[in-house]
């Protein structure tokens, strides 16, 4: 892998985790994208798939009394689901197909978030039926926190509660959809590469989001990351439609 492909993975996964520091959300939006343009696609969502561990445990660990047991439970169970599903798509689509349906997706999520689109989903069906989605996500196009969000918010949880229990279910689908994914081979020897800038800018990232969480307006950080998701997406669609 170039150098200056290891340096964009270090920048990339830095701004991703900062994001995910300061709103609870956003580290697979706002890096999936970005990294599927400096280093493809499949290798990007494996990448990530692998990088969202060690910050969700910590998370999910940390704020462990907040977590909403039985919503966690059923859609992580619907989640492993729907993840077999998912990995055939990566394999059987170009990175072009996969680069557009990113793009797409993230434009969608953040039309949404603009808006403040807001559900009001009841009952266990729902749980396992964003769980199951949320799982064709994370093996396909690596951006599996929409469905959940959307339940969270839906439901009117309380911000600890919100990133608590997101960070758990997060884990656990995160720990099997990556073993799926390197079982399968989805990862590149280059991607393998890009592993160890992604370590190390995790820490950065996450230090800088903490700092930046009491220093910066709430609504003004949130405008800056949807134009950053914006771009991110356009980039990817860009991408996709050129290659």
Known sequence: MEPAALVAVFVIIVAAATVNAVTGFGFALVGVPMLAVAIGARDAVVLLAILTLPMNVGLAWRHRAEIVVLTAK?????????????????????QQVLLAVIAVLVLVTVAALARGVELHPHGPGIDYGSGFVSGVLATSVGVNGPPLVAVYHGRGFAPAAFRATASAVFFLTGVVAAVMLVAAGAMSPDGWWALIPGLLALPVGWYAGDWLHDRIDPERFRHLVLVLLVAAALTAGLEAFLG
């Open 74 to 94: 059923r859609q992580t169970l619907a989640a492993f689901l729907g993840m077999p599903l998912g990995l055939v798509v990566l394999l059987a689509v170009t």
